[in-house]
């Protein structure tokens, strides 16, 4: 069993960064795969960002270039960091864990929001 528990959301301008952690428990972290997911009112939840545990990174479309995600296994731990962040960038960002036998975990989210 895997616990995730999120951090670091919060409100700020436009423009702006934030960066999310997502801390594990659990011994096996380094063989996960870790992802970033967003999901705003009446939206279904998208993946964001994606790391393997060999610390290839994907990402999608509208956050290329602006959000970098990474990974310290020695701290069990995932990030989001976020620049030039815009309004629709509004979201509840969750932290997915998939192990390697197809298990799946999630966080219990944290609210960014980004207005002025």
């Known amino acids: 069993q895997v616990q995730l528990v999120e951090s670091g959301g919060g409100l700020v301008q436009p423009g702006g960064s934030l960066t999310l952690s997502c801390a594990a428990s659990g011994s096996s972290f380094t063989t996960y795969y870790l992802g970033w997911y967003r999901q705003a009112p009446g939206n279904q939840r998208d993946m964001v960002a994606s790391?393997?545990?060999?610390?290839?990174?994907n990402y999608g479309d509208s956050v290329k270039g602006r959000f970098t995600i990474s990974r310290d296994n020695a701290k069990n731990t995932v990030y989001l960091q976020m620049n030039s962040l815009k309004p629709e960038d509004t979201a509840v960002y969750y932290c997915?864990?998939?192990?390697?036998?197809?298990?799946?975990?999630w966080g219990q989210g944290t609210q960014v929001t980004v207005s002025s």
């Open positions: 997915k864990a998939t192990s390697p036998r197809g298990e799946v975990y």
């Open positions: 790391i393997t545990k060999f610390k290839t990174t």
